[in-house]
Each structure stands twice: as structure tokens, then as C-alpha cells.
């Protein structure tokens, strides 16, 4: 599996970002998808995960703000990310697996793409 990440950049407290997630090597649709991020100086944490049924799980200081989805026909995972905090301030790294609870033990992950948020 090879996952390439994108859509990061600068913006300003309160704006919006969206991230995409190319999935490429095996079947889309019969894996999990995952976002994860790792601020300066932190360690990884979970972000957002969505099943190969469409079932969706946050981190408790996204939900309302972040959504995650998956397009098949696209080999496509995205993570919509609105009302952004200086603190939402990362690399995000998109992540895939046959089953959520693998991301970390098994998963592939992709190159990470920064998102900074400015006050």
C-alpha cells in the first residue's frame, strides 16, 4: 500500500483546511483509513478514523470541527477540518489497515503534510 497526503498549508485561527489521501497498491475499499498528526516536541496521536462501512470515530478535541470521509470510486480519504486552533498545529499523516485497532501495529502510512494554524 502507498498513501500520499496533501492539502496542508497556513491558515488563520477559525479557517478551514481539507486533506486528502491517495491510497494506491491494494483494494480502497476493503481497508480502514486513519488520520493521525504529531505537533513539535509530542507524540503521535489519533485524530479521526473511518471503517471500510463508513463508520467514523474522533479524537474528543476535533469532533464538531474535523470530518473524515472516503470516496472508493477515488481511492480517496479525506479529513474536512473547520473552526481550526492554533493547537490543531501538526504534520498529519493519513494511515490505512484492514482493521482500525492495526493502524499503529501494521498499518502503511503516508509522508505527513503540515497544517499551521495561526492566533
Known amino acids: 500500500v502507498q498513501l500520499q497526503a496533501f492539502g496542508g498549508g497556513l491558515v488563520r485561527a477559525g479557517e478551514s483546511l481539507r486533506l486528502s489521501c491517495v491510497f494506491s497498491?491494494?483494494?480502497?475499499?476493503?481497508?480502514?483509513m486513519g488520520w493521525y498528526r504529531q505537533a513539535p516536541g509530542k507524540q503521535r496521536e489519533f485524530v479521526a478514523s473511518i471503517t471500510i462501512a463508513g463508520s467514523t470515530n474522533y479524537r474528543d478535541s476535533v469532533k464538531g470541527r474535523f470530518t473524515i470521509s472516503r470516496v472508493n470510486t477515488k481511492n480517496t480519504a479525506y479529513l474536512q477540518m473547520d473552526n481550526l486552533k492554533p493547537e490543531d498545529t501538526a504534520v498529519y499523516y493519513c494511515t490505512a489497515a484492514r482493521l482500525e485497532l492495526l493502524f499503529q501495529e501494521s498499518g502503511s502510512w503516508g509522508q505527513g503534510t503540515l497544517v499551521t494554524v495561526s492566533s
Open positions: 497498491g491494494n483494494i480502497f475499499r476493503l481497508h480502514a
